[in-house]
């Protein structure tokens, strides 16, 4: 029997690898060490409009350095999917993007990622230099796994303010004061909230600051850890009875399962004043910026998540994108050059180029910098949030491990769309793996 | 040359009923096995040793790290359970069912007046080629914007879309989803269809009309039943593709909403490169090869394309 499965291991790996390495074949070879203290460090990040940024950081390593870095990109929808396949291969890079929590949880089970520890030791800085909050999104079964590497997105309530004007409301500070304006805006004949429902994680992010406020941050840290009865719990059931609610009084319209975020779709109601509201990433403001600034100028209004009465979280406290981390692989040939790498993510250089072109790094030395940002108010009124944030909830997709986010997004979805009810929602998230 | 060459196909053909393969089979350039080893090793290395691989792997527990684990028959005992995978394999063949039964009669249809010589018709059909050029990536793309509710097609023409809630039904999006692929491939079947027709003598036509049969008779007497051959195999690719729909769900709706449109391609996909359950997904990719073969098999047999009889008998 054990002779059977090693042979079909070896078939299958021998097969798997094969097959990859045709495949890879063309990607060339990484340059080897000759054992005089050169060589190369892979540096995969997710591919987007940050890649100029960290092109910028590798040149500046490359310049002192004698290993070089060589920095790989992966477009962004498939960055998950390859990384997987490549991680544990001979293409593996030496260090590589990933959102900290559960995104990088089955590797470590894996023992493909090396503690960072010592690197700590010999420069404190390592960690001392982020905000907290922030650092911790990376910390997995008590010990730190990623160093933070680009801005920090917290999700806000975006709203145009003109739309709210005309329906005579004004930002919403609580719960009831949400439902009103609900009401008030669909008199006007304007969708109250624009929701990005095809995407499925706009959706999830109404569920994410909904929990937090009524069962506070624990209960879901709890359910990420395995307990699945905190779902079937007195506040769990309040927190759908309070969605339902709002989803029955035509807070989003009736027909956001074809409506995306990613296609431009969500945010163009808001900035036409189709609709009066949306619950987004604080790149968000970017992309109006991009696409509508004159609206971003004038009418463009954003706040935090209205309070629960009654609730145990915190007002203060935050859900979304803590940041991207580096994690490091325990196959890296070169750990005091890529050591060296990570310093660089809390370097004067660093901060000035990621404010550059929109994005909030979480550094100690942000604020120094905060006037030189693309937009000085936005990025210090962000930065105080997650500075001042008791908790700050990483996104439920990126909290459980990959293999759980196609069970959260129907669920949500499904929920939204009144297919299931409370129970089925409660019994899908109750399937999900602990991380 | 005569006689040279007839005694040697009749010893051929001698030993062949004997049943002696072996035989020697000499002059007529009969491919020997060597002709096939190009194709016979393209058609192993990349068809049959990956689905080998499928197999082993089905049996098997294994997320893309490390190495696969033996799971005996966990896979396929938790496939049967699961109701996400029937409806997926009912959703295959309602995409398949509804993709055969509307886009056949519209290609027979363009084919057959593209088959016209007219110069308009030439040139309305080279149009008409032009949605098969496009990637299914950019048109589901193009779509997809064209649908939007609040800024595309729905919201001009409310009295036909409502809310214009396309993709928050499951009947809206298999709408959907069936409207692109058909909008993409049939100028294909058109073009099939087209060559077919074409390939009509035209001394049935000239009898058809001595006998009195206008446009109409003449199109189900003679040109239907000249086309048969050509709807079967105009069939049986669109049978294949509909089993195989991914690029279109993955796009448009992504299986949504909820588990509407999964069906058993995109499921099989998820399962793999978006849970990282690789076991679990060669144990869909193995169940769908079941299925399809089923399929095709029982469509060879029914249509008698096995037979393939000519369509010019008596011509």
């Known amino acids: 029997m054990k002779r059977h499965v090693r042979l079909l291991r070896t078939a299958v790996v021998g097969g798997a690898s094969l097959a990859m390495t045709l495949a890879l074949a063309a990607c060339g070879g990484s340059g080897d060490s000759a054992g005089d203290g050169s060589g190369e460090i892979h540096v995969l990040v997710y591919g987007d409009a940050t890649n100029k940024v960290e092109k910028q950081l590798v040149d500046t390593f490359n310049r002192t350095s004698k290993v070089k870095a060589v920095l790989d990109t992966i477009p962004g929808a498939d960055y998950q999917s390859k990384l997987q396949t490549i991680i544990s291969g001979k293409q593996a890079p030496d260090l590589f993007f990933n959102w900290g929590g559960g995104s990088i949880k089955p590797y470590v089970d894996a023992g493909l990622l090396m503690p960072l520890d010592d690197f700590i030791a010999k420069d404190p800085g390592l960690k001392s230099q982020f905000l907290p909050s922030v650092f911790n999104t990376a910390v997995v079964d008590g010990k730190p796994y990623g160093i933070p590497m680009r801005g920090t997105q917290p999700v806000l309530l975006f709203s145009n303010k003109k739309a709210l004007a005309e329906a005579g409301v004004t930002a919403p500070r609580t719960w009831d004061e949400l439902l009103a304006a609900v009401k008030a805006l669909k008199a006007k004949g304007v969708t109250p909230i624009a929701l990005g429902g095809g995407d499925k994680w706009p959706t999830q992010m109404w569920f994410q600051y909904v929990y937090d406020r009524v069962a506070g941050p624990d209960h879901f840290q709890k359910a990420v850890n395995g307990d699945k009865s905190v779902w079937a719990s007195a506040d769990s059931k309040r927190a759908l009875g309070m969605l339902k609610e709002l989803i029955d009084a035509g807070a989003f319209g009736t027909n956001y399962d074809s409506v995306k975020f990613t296609d431009g779709g969500s945010p163009a109601l808001l900035a036409t004043g189709k609709a009066a509201f949306e619950l987004m990433g604080s790149w968000e403001y970017s992309t109006l910026q991009d696409a509508y600034p004159d609206f971003v100028k004038s009418d463009l209004g954003y706040g935090t998540f209205p309070t629960v009465e009654g609730g145990k979280g915190d007002p203060a406290n935050l859900a979304g994108n803590t940041n991207n981390f580096y994690s490091v692989l325990k196959s890296t040939e070169h750990p005091e050059a890529v050591a060296e790498f990570l310093k660089l993510m809390y370097s004067d250089e660093f901060v000035k180029g990621q404010l550059g072109i929109g994005n909030l790094p979480t550094t100690a030395n942000t604020p120094k910098f905060l006037d030189g940002s693309a937009s000085p108010a936005y990025s210090t009124y962000q930065y105080d949030l997650v500075k001042k944030a008791p908790a700050f909830q990483l996104s439920w997709d990126q909290a459980y491990p990959p293999a759980a986010t196609t069970t959260i997004h129907q669920a949500v979805q499904q929920f939204f769309s009144g297919q299931t009810g409370p129970d089925a929602f409660i019994a899908a998230m109750q399937t999900l793996p602990a991380a | ?315």
């Open chain 2, 1 to 315: 040359m005569t006689t040279t060459a007839v005694p040697t196909v009749d010893s051929a053909e001698k030993s062949a009923r004997r049943g002696r393969p072996g035989g020697p089979v000499t002059g007529v350039g009969r491919p020997g096995i060597a002709w096939a080893a190009p194709a016979a090793v393209f058609f192993g290395l990349f068809a049959l040793v990956p689905l080998l691989l499928v197999v082993v792997l089905s049996f098997t527990r294994w997320n893309g790290l490390g190495s696969p684990e033996f799971a005996g028959l966990d896979n396929w005992s938790r496939l049967l359970d699961d109701p996400v995978m029937v409806k997926s394999l009912w959703l295959s063949l309602v995409f398949t069912v509804l993709g055969v039964v509307v886009q056949t009669p519209l290609s027979i249809l363009l084919g057959v007046w593209a088959a016209g010589r007219q110069r308009n018709r030439a040139v309305l059909s080279a149009v008409y080629f032009v949605p098969l050029l496009l990637s299914i990536t950019a048109v589901s793309v193009l779509w997809r914007a064209v649908l939007d509710p609040n800024f595309g097609v729905p919201s001009q023409a409310k009295w036909l879309f409502g809310d214009g809630n396309l993709f928050g039904t499951q009947a809206g999006a298999i709408g959907v989803l069936v409207f692109v692929s058909t909008w993409q491939f049939t100028p294909l079947h058109t073009l099939i269809y087209q060559g077919a027709a074409r390939a009509v003598p035209g001394v049935l036509y000239e009898a058809a009309r001595i006998d009195g049969a206008g446009t109409v008779r003449q199109f189900f007497h003679i040109t239907l039943p000249q086309l048969r051959n050509t709807v079967v195999t105009s069939t049986i690719l669109m049978v294949v593709g509909g089993l195989t729909t991914f690029d279109t769900v993955l796009i448009l709706t992504q299986g949504g909403p909820g588990t509407d449109t999964t069906n058993s391609a995109y499921y099989m996909y998820q399962k793999a490169f978006k849970s990282f359950d690789f076991g679990g997904a060669s144990a869909i990719a193995l169940l769908l090869v079941l299925v399809a073969t089923l399929v095709s098999l029982v469509m060879v047999r029914l249509t008698g394309y096995d037979r393939m009889r000519s369509t010019m008998e008596g011509v």
